[in-house]
């Protein structure tokens, strides 16, 4: 009979560690503060295996690692842009790939972080559906970025990590089984206020409405890129499942829960979805729900020879916005020369990986989830 698959202490949300723990030393008539240390360990001093917890003695580091492991990534790639953004490439225990980017500015440092390996998505101008999807991260993959991120730029006096967005690889509201919980995990256990936390979806309405019910001031970022349904359902295939309509309504209802600031994302590709008269339709939709605009030039990708609007015409979006009390932002394009900048993440890095070390990585597309919901 094979052994018990032993529990990540990575997954585990504060409450269910402590009691997990708790159990643990009583049961091994261990002093209480314990618990303590190992807390201590995982959330301070970001341990990135059991073995690390000196000050617990050896026979109880060697029980504790019996029943539980720190599921840490291996660090297979790091490239650095030449505008200082870093993208990671993580091997998981699994073999599967996964991508974070860091992206520094004057004023916060922001981690992107992934959600799945893959994505079933396939939003057209978007890189990493191009790979498919693999499987969902736990909550502890989802964390493990976050914490070997850190110490990453902790080790280089980089200054820490003020930002967190779900926008990494896959859809974040595809896998709430363990977005939620790492969610409670970066807010509670490293805390990172919940202010500072965005997570972005294409438009899973469930999604939506059970991040509204959280009492936590989490920030949503929707993924629009075209304020009609008949165009962004060219861009984005859920709008089939979920209409724009619908997503309206959602973040209505979001809205309306207090404190929780919605971002629509817009990239602006030439010919495809920045013509003006686009731009009553996309003002009134924020309008409805009091989101702010980010328009994002687009970034080349494999297979796809769109290009981005011209700068002229990006401006006069954001005029016109602004005309209609609409706030927003012109993104600055970080990372391009890295392939890390938005919609870019895995493509090109599963070409390389393929090309220098084939035993990497199986690039073929694995099997999509019945329920996107």
């Not at 091994?28 to 240390?37: F, L, T």
């Not at 520094?104 to 101008?125: E, H, N, V, W």
């Not at 015409?313 to 916005?321: K, M, T």
Request: hydrophobic share 40%; glycine share 8%.
């Amino acid at each position: 009979m094979s052994a018990a698959p032993r529990q990540d202490l990575l997954s585990l949300t504060p409450d269910a560690l402590r009691a997990a723990l708790g159990e643990h030393f009583a049961r091994r008539g261990q002093p209480a503060y314990r618990v303590d240390q190992v807390i201590q360990w995982i959330y301070e001093r970001l341990a990135a295996s059991i073995d690390e917890m000196t000050d617990l003695p050896s026979s109880e580091r060697s029980a504790l690692g019996e029943g539980f492991e720190i599921a840490e990534p291996e660090e297979a790639r790091v490239e650095v842009s030449k505008d200082g953004t870093v993208k990671h490439l993580w091997k998981l225990a699994d073999g599967e790939l996964i991508e974070s980017v860091l992206i520094p500015t004057s004023k916060r440092l922001t981690l992107c972080i992934s959600s799945q390996a893959g994505c079933a998505m396939g939003c057209t101008f978007c890189a990493t559906g191009w790979g498919g999807f693999d499987r969902q991260l736990t909550a502890g993959e989802i964390v493990a970025q976050y914490r070997a991120s850190r110490r990453w730029v902790e080790a280089r006096d980089r200054g820490p990590i003020s930002n967190i967005v779900y926008m990494g690889m896959g859809e974040p509201l595809s896998n709430r089984k363990a977005v939620h919980p790492s969610l409670t995990i970066l807010n509670q256990g490293y805390g990172l206020g919940a202010r500072r936390i965005t997570v972005s979806t294409v438009g899973v309405v469930p999604g939506i409405l059970e991040l509204a019910q959280r009492p936590e001031q989490f920030r949503l970022a929707l993924s629009l890129h075209a304020p009609e349904s008949q165009l962004r359902q060219s861009l984005i295939p859920l709008e089939k499942r979920h209409p724009l309509p619908q997503v309206i309504d959602a973040l209505r209802r979001f809205d309306e829960a207090g404190g929780k600031r919605i971002t629509f994302e817009y990239t602006m590709i030439r010919g495809v979805n920045d013509d003006l008269s686009l731009l009553p339709a996309l003002a009134d939709l924020a309008n409805q729900v009091r989101a702010f605009v980010n328009l994002i030039p687009f970034n080349p990708i494999p297979y796809q020879d769109w290009t981005p609007s011209r700068p002229e015409r990006i401006e006069e979006f954001a005029r016109g916005l602004e005309a209609r009390g609409v706030a927003s932002a012109i993104r600055e394009t970080r990372g391009r020369d890295i392939d890390a900048a938005c919609g870019q993440l895995r493509a090109h890095t599963l070409v390389q990986i393929e090309r220098s070390a084939p035993d990497l990585v199986d690039p073929a597309p694995g099997p999509v989830p019945a329920d996107l919901s």
